[in-house]
């Protein structure tokens, strides 16, 4: 078998579709993606209370039940993308993640919403991965950790935005509305997205060659900036997944908002601070880290260790007036990891290995992540009721700011070693 650097020099290609155009509609798809999670956060008082769940139940159903497959299911997606069409995976994930999201309006008992999300899941899992591979194949490196930044937008655009829609639906209609509504709007552009996105040529491999399953692991193995950087930012979502969904309900219970307020409050702070974030990241990754790889690492780190401090006096503030700009500065800091670890973990391969690699970095990221975060805060909550009843949640959500320490210590071990973990692109 010939090297694999051997193969992917390949000559210079004719992009199919105007690289601006496909990331405007894969950020599109990541926008809903997010929208589809986060509108359940600004959901929870009503859901619980129509389908009388606990704290624990809600935060099962808010991370567990969504991370259980996206998380595995991940891996072989991206896998099937790398050997495929990346496009087409991420096409039929967002129809299969919409139609989920609808069914979750029809939801009528505890189980049942736990299925449905469970299916969500299995649809966003084949949207992320591949679109990071995308992105970098048609994105020089100069420019990738920008064009990944700008990508990663769909996060705070896809909180934000699921925060307000879904407390103006509930509040005009219902909570069940708001579920239908959002996965009809990604029915309808799944196939818009399939037309629009097409696959960079790729190198054509004998089916002898090809880089075998297990391989892309193996390679993986052999770096430990890729762990590291991993489990840094699991971390870290571990805390921004659990704060995303329970944080309105510490607005309304712990300072007496409203749905729409809570909405307006939380909206707001996702959408300026989080986008403020992420393209800083990004911008800051391209320019700091073309003269040295460490960046990728160290910008995580320093924004986490700034992050935590200002979680806690805002989430401890008494008065709304001050806890805005408290929180406003965290939610751009805990995020502008995005940009530059994603840049990261795409140069620690080859490109044919690109799409797999992502995913299983989303798989650690995912479900420690996801997984752990919504429910780890549920479950402290229901512990803590009995001794600080409705101020439980808010306890529970400062207790989990600790990993945004262990967050950045793992993220500096990252960049003692991720010069020599990292790979070269080819010439295009």
């Known amino acids: 078998m010939p090297p694999l650097t051997s193969m992917t020099q390949e000559a210079p290609r004719a992009l199919p579709r105007n690289p601006n155009l496909v990331l405007a509609f894969l950020l599109l798809a990541y926008i809903l993606n997010f929208l589809d999670r986060q509108i359940l956060g600004i959901l929870a008082q ?28 991940g891996v072989p997606l991206s896998y099937l993308a790398d050997r495929t069409s990346r496009s087409a995976v991420v096409a039929g994930s967002l129809a299969v993640w919409s139609g989920f999201t609808a069914l979750c309006g029809t939801a009528g008992s505890y189980m049942q919403l736990f299925l449905y999300r469970l299916g969500v899941g299995i649809g966003e899992a084949g949207g992320v991965a591949p679109s990071y591979a995308l992105i970098a194949d048609y994105f020089p490196p100069h420019r990738r950790a920008r064009a990944l930044g700008v990508y990663s937008l769909g ?35 799944a196939p818009i997205f399939l037309w629009v996105v097409r696959d960079v040529p790729r190198p054509k491999v ?3 060659d090809r880089m075998p399953f297990g391989s892309v692991f193996k390679v993986l193995a052999r ?9 840094a930012a699991s971390c870290s979502s571990l805390v921004g997944y659990g704060l995303a969904l329970w ?88 995020i502008l ?6 840049t990261a973990v795409q140069n620690l391969v080859e ?48 207790a989990a700011l600790g990993f945004y320490l262990v967050a950045a210590l793992l993220a500096l071990l990252a960049s003692r070693t991720l010069i020599k973990d990292w790979v070269a692109d080819e010439p295009a």
């Open 223 to 231: 770096k430990p900036s890729f762990w590291l950087l991993a489990f």
């Open 155 to 189: 996060v705070p655009l896809g909180l934000g935005g699921g925060t307000l829609a879904g407390a103006y639906i509930a509040e005009l209609i219902n909570w069940r509305a708001a579920f239908l509504i959002m996965g009809v709007l990604g029915l309808i552009l």
């Open 46 to 73: 009503p859901i619980k209370a129509d389908l009388q769940l606990t704290d624990t139940q809600f935060g099962a159903i808010g991370g567990l039940a969504f991370a259980l497959l996206y998380s595995v299911l």
């Open 337 to 342: 990891w995005l940009g530059p670890v994603a």
């Open 247 to 334: 944080t309105p309900s510490v607005l309304m219970l712990s300072f007496g908002m409203n749905i729409i307020g809570a909405g307006q409050f939380m909206g707001s702070l996702l959408l300026v601070g989080g986008t403020a974030g992420v393209l800083a990241g990004g911008f800051l990754a391209d320019r700091l880290g073309h003269a040295n790889q460490r960046w990728y690492a160290w910008l995580p780190a320093i924004a986490w260790l700034i992050t935590l401090p200002f979680f806690l006096f805002g989430l401890m503030s008494d008065s709304l007036a001050l806890a805005w700009p408290l929180l406003l500065v965290p939610n751009a800091l805990n």
């Open 206 to 208: 004998a089916a002898a």
């Open 351 to 398: 490109r044919p290995m690109r799409a797999t690699a992502s995913a299983c970095f989303l798989l650690i990221n995912n479900l420690v992540g996801l997984g752990v975060g919504p429910l780890l805060i549920g479950a402290v909550s229901d512990a803590l009721k009995t001794s600080y009843g409705v101020e439980s949640l808010r306890y529970a959500a400062v």
